[in-house]
């Protein structure tokens, strides 16, 4: 399913920079499929669309809470069990910086943590238990924080690619 968004929104998205431009395009992606990300509406989407919404999935988590946050929401499996890093290394081939392939490392080792510790990370907690999670599992810390150094720049990689891509993702209304 390939939503449709007319030229100028796209236009004016991207002028906004790459967030602007990345988050229309998931805006309309969403709106497409009622809103809701699940089985049924997996099934609508290509891999390059199921990748961009997995993207901004993490970097939405990572940015609030790191990976332990995304791991005890439920996030794992889609993002760790799934060819996400696969194609987001895939992403990356071509582009002039090495952006793409390093983040889909740091994808990889995130998901060898996950594997070791995601049954203990998805337990139910409260709030200070939750927030002690932290410090159980320090080996975190070092993929949060390269995450959240360089979010700008895998964020702007991963907008130079739906850009270069944009027929994957949506259809332009020129008119």
Known sequence: MLPTLHESRLIAAAKQGNDAFI????????DAIGGQLDANSLASLNGEQITLLAYLMLRDEV????????IHNGLGPFIFLNPFAKAIRQWGEGQETNTLHAFSKLVYQGRKLFEQYGDELTKPVTDDEFMALYEQFPDFDELDDYFVENEEAITAAIAHYTD?????FITIDKN
């Open 63 to 70: 940015m609030e809470g790191g990976f332990i946050q995304l």
């Open 23 to 30: 988050t229309l395009i998931r805006e309309s992606l969403l």
């Open 164 to 168: 270069e891509h944009l027929d994957a």
